[in-house]
Nanobody, 119 residues
Framework: QVQLVESGGGLVQPGGSLRLSCAAS????????MGWYRQAPGEQRELVAT???????NYADSVKGRFTISRDNAKKTVYLQMNSLKPEDTAVYYC?????????????WGQGTQVTVSS
């Protein structure tokens, strides 16, 4: 079992920066692949960025070059550094932890943190 708690959201002007954090507890953090997803009003949840247990990263095209995902296994925390923010980045951002085995998948979500980009 993994519990995830996001923090760091808020209101920021276009062009500004925010850093989201996702603190995990309850299980061995380092074996999980971690990700950030977001959901805007009336839209489906979409992938923002992922980082594997080995440190490989993947980004949505819309955030490449602006967002950076990282993890600190000692602190059981994953981060999302968001720079050059745009109004279209406005959404609730969710943290995800996933571990896929042959016989089952362990999949956990945080409660989300609101990011609003507006002048």
């Amino acid at each position: 079992q993994v519990q995830l708690v996001e923090s760091g959201g808020g209101l920021v002007q276009p062009g500004g920066s925010l850093r989201l954090s996702c603190a995990a507890s309850g299980s061995i953090f380092s074996i999980y692949d971690m990700g950030w997803y977001r959901q805007a009003p009336g839209e489906q949840r979409e992938l923002v960025a992922t980082i594997t247990s080995g440190g490989s990263t993947n980004y949505a095209d819309s955030v490449k070059g602006r967002f950076t995902i990282s993890r600190d296994n000692a602190k059981k925390t994953v981060y999302l550094q968001m720079n050059s923010l745009k109004p279209e980045d406005t959404a609730v951002y969710y943290c995800n932890a996933i571990r896929k085995l042959l016989t089952r998948t362990y999949d956990y979500w945080g409660q989300g943190t609101q990011v609003t980009v507006s002048s």
